[in-house]
């Protein structure tokens, strides 16, 4: 069983379009992420999602919309897709404790591999 | 802003020597540290996660160390195999809940 599932894998498109990645989590947690990784490697985080409720939103382009129907769901829909939106994203999970306590375990997804052409 | 270094960039071993991995983060107020590894073209697997209130945290031939207050952690691994192979990341864990990733370890253990 996969505990942090992404689609699709890979999504090669042209600029302009439109896309969406989805992510799943079957761990029962509350608070999911994305996260982008660049030519280079770098892992950068762009939102995190908390039973549904926007709670990290970093300086992504307004064209990066995420949408959490559930606490076990969030998607990331990429409008007006450019070159630079080339990337690998990962989804990512993990269980917070309450009272704000911050200490959670992330698991990450597979990733999914955007070229923009 | 949380600034994350690994040193170093690439680490190549004989199989059976212990690796040693380095991980400074300038701003000590964090809640954990994440150790993970990543493989080519897939995911990250996390290895261990120590919480601010630990010193260090064991798993099989993984150990990782934390010392908060001086912004480090290591993480050694014992009896380097080939299928350690891999780049090794470390991400401490602010109280917003983000983890900021170093650059990363690449690491190659050669039979």
């Known amino acids: 069983d996969t505990a942090v599932s992404q689609t699709p894998k890979y999504l090669v498109t042209q600029m302009g379009n439109d896309k969406s990645i989805k992510c799943e989590q079957n761990?029962?947690?509350?608070?999911m992420y994305w996260y982008k990784q660049d030519s280079k490697k770098f892992l950068k985080i762009m939102f995190s999602y908390n039973n549904k409720e926007l709670i990290i939103n970093e300086t992504v382009p307004n064209r990066f919309s995420p949408k959490s129907p559930d606490k076990a769901h969030l998607n990331l829909h990429i409008n007006s897709l450019e070159l630079g939106d080339s990337a690998v994203y990962f989804c990512a999970s993990s269980q917070e404790l309450a009272g704000g306590l911050v200490t959670g375990e992330l698991f990450f997804g597979e990733g999914s591999r955007l070229t923009v052409l | 802003k949380q600034e994350v270094t690994q040193i170093p960039a690439a680490l190549s071993v004989p199989e059976g020597e212990n690796l040693v991995l380095n991980c400074s983060f300038t701003d000590s107020a964090i809640y954990n540290l994440q150790w993970f590894r990543q493989d080519p073209g897939k995911g990250l697997t996390s290895l261990l996660l120590i919480q601010s209130s630990q010193r260090e945290q064991t798993s099989g031939r993984l150990n990782a160390s934390l010392d908060k207050s001086s912004g480090r952690s290591t993480l050694y691994i014992a009896a380097s195999q080939p299928g350690d192979s891999a780049t090794y990341l470390c991400a401490p864990k602010d109280s917003w809940g983000k983890l900021q990733f170093g650059s990363g370890t690449q690491v190659v253990v050669t039979p």
């Open positions: 761990l029962g947690h509350d608070t």
